[in-house]
């Protein structure tokens, strides 16, 4: 089935690893079913054997004249793969109905590689759309949240008793009128109106609580305008839902992601009505991903109570992250799942989960070694989220000409979850460009993805890659897109792409990544210097200005800085730092200064020395107890200036004694090691013993 150029006694081992993970990548296919769509696009079934290694049954109208075919290969309960997204529960439907167990997988064939004027040359990219639709992915835990449908409607004239009016009958309505509160009064009083200006509020569906200023309840005799009660601060409000009808600032960051918050232009009435319906639907148990997987043995955030690295705080778009001692607590139920937590942290104590950070690179090492097997060139990857990126890729599909043949769309959950992990393995795989398909006016701030986007061209730049690999088309229009993905030029990708298989926590995998990309550049160079802030680096420091106290080590949350337990030294681990900057701010004499930069080989490479000294030996029992220039430097700032060892070199002497010794020679003398002896209190019985003493000794001599 397979024709391989060269002879395997022509091949190197690592050519042989290659070819055989290529071979075990693509075994995973059972049955593909693969339709025409009734002759509206053509396919390539050879390329698509050829890039999945197995055998793709055809068809011209697989959910209507041939469902037979497809009750029979689905009743045989063997993995299945269908290149149909649009009937896919016809599909299902009728897969159960045959006594099918697993669950079918389909992937989009038609508008993502089909439908578009480049679709004769589409046959690599749809046996790649299918090979990554066949990677596995493993189940992801969910948050419940509970809504017993209470809503408070905020707004500011009568358009919020008019929502409230919609409301009632399904919702335990109160209407929140900001001052000056001119409305009309109400017929009849079917659900509570008061005044009010809310200063905050804080929680999610289902536990939302507020802070009201001059708040007053509505007077039951009020006649041309609806007339409040006395008002007060501070009141407090918890519901389950808030609808926004203010008009004014948004009560939370990133409002549109704040899951029970729904806010919309008084002005504009059929803005109003659909949050209206949305609020409408908002009661009853619900379930969201739990987006973020969070170990906080592994965070750096802090350490007794200095902190070092705050990348997932300045990121977060919804405030979900809140210190939480050394470490950070992330909300899972307001968290909405952007990601840029995930790519920035440094240590793998955040990792996304839907999917995992690996999951999503063997989708990708799927997807781009099927499609050069099928025979593709230069391939474009283009990333996108399914609220935002499907439907203009479907709108190019139907209305323009399609995707390029060479252009991949990847789906994630959020584009800004890409980290430099899968960015790094993309490249290694053989892809020739990246592109981020994003809204033009996103729904919040992706500085995050700007910055992971930043530290990959400094990587990629560096190892020989060039300019202009990685960017992002933010677009709403499809031709707008179209154009972006027209203008980008041709590139080489990696001479030497990789096929490595990647497993495990999230550091290791990025650091497996970064190493095949090494081995796959044009110009494999062994360090290269970094923006500030990544993940990586090394630690310099101020070899006369340091002490050798160690608070460095102590502080330092991945061992990267290590000590020797038999003489005075520093030591650093330049693969363990991750840049988190708590060495920098624990240091007393400040002489510590952090580097951003990759080196290949730190890997490799055995703890480096930073400063090493001579201990210093007990004058008593010659136990090595301190840095011999340190207790140098103490004594003679001491002897003879500080009052505590001055006239008496016993006491200078305790300084160079181990701690043990010094105990022992403080008894033995009979002193205090750590200050003159200060003289007894006198009291009035010493007094008065003193004047009695003459008279007692007359009497004697009497």
């Known amino acids: 089935m397979y024709t391989f150029l060269g002879t395997s006694a022509s091949l190197g081992l690592e050519d042989k690893l290659q070819l055989q993970a290529i071979v075990s990548a693509m075994a995973d296919f059972s049955e593909l079913l693969i339709c025409s769509c009734e002759g509206t696009m053509p396919l390539d079934a050879e390329a698509i054997r050829r890039g999945c290694r197995g055998e793709a049954t055809t068809a011209t109208q697989l959910c209507h004249a041939e469902l037979d075919r497809f009750r029979a290969i689905a009743a045989k309960d063997t993995p299945l793969t269908v290149g149909c997204t649009q009937q896919a ?281 099927t499609y050069r097997e099928a025979g ?122 990789a096929s490595f298989r990647p497993l495990g926590a999230k550091r290791g995998v990025l650091r497996f990544a970064l190493s095949e990309l090494h081995r796959a550049a044009p110009v494999p160079v062994s360090v290269i210097a970094l923006p500030e802030r990544a993940p990586f680096g090394t630690v310099e420091i101020d070899v006369q200005g340091c002490t050798l106290c160690l608070s460095c080590v102590s502080a330092c949350p991945t061992g990267a800085l290590r000590d020797d337990p038999d003489r005075p030294m520093l030591r650093f681990v330049e693969d363990a730092c991750v840049q988190c900057g708590l060495c920098q701010a624990t240091c007393p004499e400040d002489v510590i200064t952090l580097k951003p930069q990759i080196d290949f080989d730190a890997v490799r490479a055995p703890a480096r020395i930073l400063k090493e000294e001579e201990p210093f030996c007990c004058i008593r029992c010659s136990k090595p107890f301190g840095v011999k220039s340190t207790i140098e430097r103490v004594v003679a700032k001491l002897e003879g200036k500080h009052w505590m060892y001055t006239g008496s070199s016993r006491r200078v002497h305790v300084i160079k004694m181990c701690e043990d010794c010094r105990v022992a020679v403080a008894a033995e003398e009979g002193f205090d090691p750590y200050g003159p002896q200060k003289q007894p209190v006198r009291t009035t019985d010493d007094y008065l013993r003193e004047r009695e003493a003459p008279t007692r000794a007359d009497r004697d001599k009497g």
Not at 139 to 144: K, L, R, W, Y
Not at 456 to 471: D, H, K, N, Q, Y
């Open 89 to 369: 529960s016809q599909f299902s439907e009728v897969a159960a109905k045959s006594g099918r167990a697993s669950p079918v997988k389909f992937v989009n064939i038609r508008e993502s590689a089909g439908w578009s004027s480049e679709a004769t040359q589409a046959g690599p990219k749809m046996a790649a759309l299918l090979a990554a639709a066949a990677e596995p992915t493993p189940p992801v835990t969910s948050v419940q949240l509970e809504s017993g449908g209470v809503v408070l409607v905020c707004g500011r004239d009568d358009a919020a008793v008019e929502a409230g009016q919609l409301l009632k009958d399904h919702l335990d309505v109160t209407v929140l009128i900001e001052p000056p509160a001119t409305v009309a009064p109400p017929r009849t009083s079917d659900f509570p109106v008061a005044k009010g200006r809310v200063r905050n509020a804080q929680g999610y569906l289902g536990a939302f609580e507020l802070t009201v200023d001059d708040f007053a309840e509505a007077a039951p005799s009020s006649r041309g305008a609806l007339a409040f009660g006395p008002s007060r601060n501070g009141a407090r409000s918890s519901c389950d839902i808030i609808l926004d009808l203010t008009g004014g600032p948004a009560f939370f960051p990133a409002a549109d992601l704040r899951d029970g918050y729904l806010r919309a232009d008084p002005g504009n009435p059929a803005a109003m009505l659909r949050a209206v319906l949305k609020a409408r639907d908002l009661i009853g148990s619900f379930e969201k991903p739990r987006y973020v997987a969070y170990d906080a043995t592994l965070c750096a955030h802090s350490r007794s109570k200095i902190v070092g690295c705050t990348r997932c705080l300045d990121l977060c778009p919804t405030a979900a992250i809140t210190p939480a001692g050394d470490h950070v607590t992330i909300d899972a139920n307001i968290c909405a799942g952007c990601g840029q937590c995930t790519a920035a942290c440094p240590t793998g104590a955040a990792s996304y989960a839907l999917p995992a950070e690996d999951v999503l690179m063997r989708k990708l090492r799927a997807m781009l070694m």
């Open 376 to 497: 593709g060139k230069q391939p474009i990857l283009l990333v996108h989220d399914d609220s935002h990126g499907l439907p203009l890729i479907d709108a190019l599909a139907r209305f323009g000409d399609g995707l390029p043949a060479h252009v991949l769309p990847f789906a994630v959950n959020a584009t800004t979850q890409v980290g430099l992990e899968s960015v790094a393995a993309a490249f290694a795989y053989g892809t020739s460009a990246m592109r981020f398909l994003l809204r033009a006016r996103p729904a919040h701030d992706l500085s995050g993805l700007h910055k992971t986007m930043a530290l990959a061209t400094s990587v990629l730049t560096g190892l020989g890659f060039g300019p202009g690999r990685i960017e992002t088309i933010e677009t709403d229009d499809p031709d707008l897109l179209a154009e972006a993905l027209r203008a980008i030029p041709p590139m080489a990708p990696a001479p030497r792409p």
